[in-house]
């Protein structure tokens, strides 16, 4: 398989429940990417990682916690979630060494639903 | 002020016209610009790529950029009603493992 892989693709969870997200990439790339995707908003940025150490973390609520045990595979692992924390999650990579120049190929998202 | 600027739209055209996008930038170092399509209910896709100022083109869609402005645009020529999707530019300066994205143009072709 090729590209940016995310799983599942749709997940409904209640408030109370522990699951996790994850992203796999197969472009041999050293950066990834958490983007939340709200309705009728801009692409929100989460988290970064380069080289499996995270560069950043944009002032993310504690309920959702990041973990990247290699380059090609990113887990964020959600807990307690609010029904406002329902999104598009989009994982994305790059090949990040001297910056990003030629973009990021994106995953097609999981769409969650927090009830 | 926001980095990267991007009217939200919606734009809505009929088939086979030209349609213009646009965005504007604040940071004089941005020196690689993108265009992505995102349909509903999809990830981004990478459209198209320019480094610095010039023209670019593929098939139906051309990528202008102008440094001296700090102005982008995609041209979309013959638009399709496939062409019906949310056009975000994106932008870097080739120092950072960040891209900078403009909000998003959502952009209708009616038949």
């Known amino acids: 398989e090729t590209g940016v892989t995310q799983t599942p693709r749709h997940l409904v969870m209640g408030m109370t429940n522990k699951k996790s997200l994850k992203c796999e990439q197969h472009?041999?790339?050293?950066?990834m990417y958490w983007y939340k995707q709200s309705a009728k908003k801009p692409l929100e940025l989460m988290f970064v990682?380069?080289?499996?150490?995270?560069?950043e973390n944009n002032s993310v609520p504690s309920r959702f916690s990041p973990e990247c045990p290699n380059s090609s595979h990113l887990f964020l692992h959600l807990h307690t979630l609010q029904p406002e924390d329902s999104a598009l999650y989009l994982c994305?990579?790059?090949?990040?060494?001297?910056?990003?120049?030629?973009?990021?190929?994106f995953g097609s998202g999981t769409r969650l639903t927090v009830v | 002020q926001k980095e990267v600027e991007q009217d939200p739209g919606p734009l809505s055209v009929p088939e086979g016209a030209i349609v213009s996008l646009n965005c504007t930038y604040s940071?004089?170092?941005?020196?690689?610009f993108m265009w992505y399509r995102q349909y509903s209910r999809k990830g981004p896709e990478l459209l198209m790529y320019?480094?610095?100022?010039g023209n670019k083109e593929d098939g139906r869609f051309t990528a202008q950029v102008d440094k001296s402005s700090k102005y982008i645009s995609l041209f979309i020529r013959d638009s399709q009603p496939s062409d019906s999707a949310t056009y975000l530019c994106?932008?870097?300066?080739?120092?950072?493992?960040?891209?900078?994205f403009g909000t998003g143009t959502r952009l209708q072709v009616f038949p």
């Open positions: 994106a932008m870097s300066d080739g120092n950072t493992d960040k891209l900078i």
């Open positions: 994305a990579s790059s090949q990040g060494v001297g910056g990003v120049i030629y973009g990021y190929t």
């Open positions: 472009l041999g790339h050293n950066a």
């Open positions: 990682y380069n080289f499996k150490e995270q560069t």
């Open positions: 320019t480094y610095s100022s």
């Open positions: 940071n004089s170092a941005f020196q690689y």
